[in-house]
Nanobody, 119 residues
Framework: QVQLVESGGGLVQAGGSLRLSCAAS????????MGWFRQAPGKEREFVAA????????YYADSVKGRFTISRDNAKNRLYLQMNNLTPEDTAVYYC????????????WGQGTQVTVGS
């Protein structure tokens, strides 16, 4: 089982950028499709982006397409999310997890990392 620790969140003004990181334990990280998900206050957790095991294929929610970039470094067991041109609507707790399409795999989550975008 992969254990995940998210980091890199913070407070940023609208139009700013942040880079999130997800550190994964276990030797099978490179076998999995991975994704980023987020949950805003009072809302359901939603899909943000996913990346294939090799990194060759990526997929994004329409709301972040063109602004966010997902990447991974299998040698370091790391997943990343570069977020540019942030808006207040991006404010949420961000989580990484294994993904199947736009859905998370399993119900085990890390603590997440808070992203707050001021207007």
């Amino acid at each position: 089982q992969v254990q995940l620790v998210e980091s890199g969140g913070g407070l940023v003004q609208a139009g700013g950028s942040l880079r999130l990181s997800c550190a994964a334990s276990g030797r099978t990280f490179s076998n999995y499709i991975m994704g980023w998900f987020r949950q805003a206050p009072g809302k359901e957790r939603e899909f943000v982006a996913a990346i294939s095991w090799s990194g060759a294929s990526t997929y994004y929610a329409d709301s972040v397409k063109g602004r966010f970039t997902i990447s991974r470094d299998n040698a370091k067991n790391r997943l990343y999310l570069q977020m540019n041109n942030l808006t207040p609507e991006d404010t949420a707790v961000y989580y990484c997890n294994r993904a199947s399409g736009i859905s998370p795999v399993g119900d085990s989550w890390g603590q997440g990392t808070q992203v707050t975008v001021g207007s």
